[in-house]
């Protein structure tokens, strides 16, 4: 079973499951996984709420 941030949880719940919660440039958002995955990869965003990462 693959963690996931309860910010992501509540996402898939309300059935948006084909995006991910990122933290970029100190703001959160939704993005389309693939962007996300991308901004993720190339470390311009982390996985989760910005709250997180306080």
Do not use: F
């Not at 719940?13 to 190339?42: F, I, M």
């Not at 996985?47 to 997180?52: E, F, H, K, M």
């Amino acid at each position: 079973m693959q963690y996931r941030h309860w910010d992501q949880i509540l996402v898939d719940l309300a059935g948006h499951g084909d995006r991910t919660v990122v933290c970029r440039d100190s703001h959160t958002r939704v993005l389309p996984a693939d962007e996300a995955a991308r901004l993720v990869a190339r470390k311009r965003a982390t996985l989760g709420s910005c709250a997180w990462n306080s």
